[in-house]
């Protein structure tokens, strides 16, 4: 049976209205990680990765949520609240979605990110031996 969007978000805790995301510039440097080890020091913020891309994640909730999970402003709500797709939404689908929230989860991701590299590179050289 094909869920419908009401249904859906009546079981729901209205996930989508408790944090709000900015899409950051893909981080390559380390001044860019040393920013983002900034963001994550701050109280409820984190950053996630969701193919490929970056973003701010600020979880607070919005004033217009009622505490019975409604919003207050439903039919003058903001435009991104109507172009959320409730059949697409995090309340279903996470999966391939990384968040990091701690120093540790962030330097765990750059000793992965740097393992993938190094062995990337000696992939290539591998190769270039056998040419
Ligand atoms: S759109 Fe998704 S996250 Fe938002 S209330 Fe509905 S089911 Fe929950
Ligand atoms: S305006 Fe309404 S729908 Fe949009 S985030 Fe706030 S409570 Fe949720």
Redesign the pocket.
């Known amino acids: 049976m094909k869920r419908t ?1 009401k249904s ?2 009546s ?7 408790k944090y709000f995301a900015l899409e950051l510039d893909r981080p390559s440097t380390w001044n860019d990680f040393e920013n983002i080890r900034w963001y994550i020091s701050h109280q409820k913020t984190s950053v996630f990765i969701q193919q490929g891309r970056w973003f701010l994640n600020v979880k607070n909730r919005c004033r217009h949520l009622t505490a019975d ?1 409604r919003c207050r402003v439903y039919d003058h709500r903001p435009a991104i609240c109507r172009r ?1 797709d ?1 059949n697409g ?4 689908n996470m999966e391939g979605v990384r968040e990091i929230r701690t120093e540790q989860q962030l330097a765990a991701y750059l000793a992965e990110r740097s393992a993938k590299r190094k062995g990337k590179k000696k992939g290539m050289s591998d190769n270039s031996k056998r040419l």
Do not use: M, P
């Open positions: 969007v859906t978000c079981r729901c805790s209205a996930l989508c209205c999970s959320l409730a939404c995090e309340y279903h």
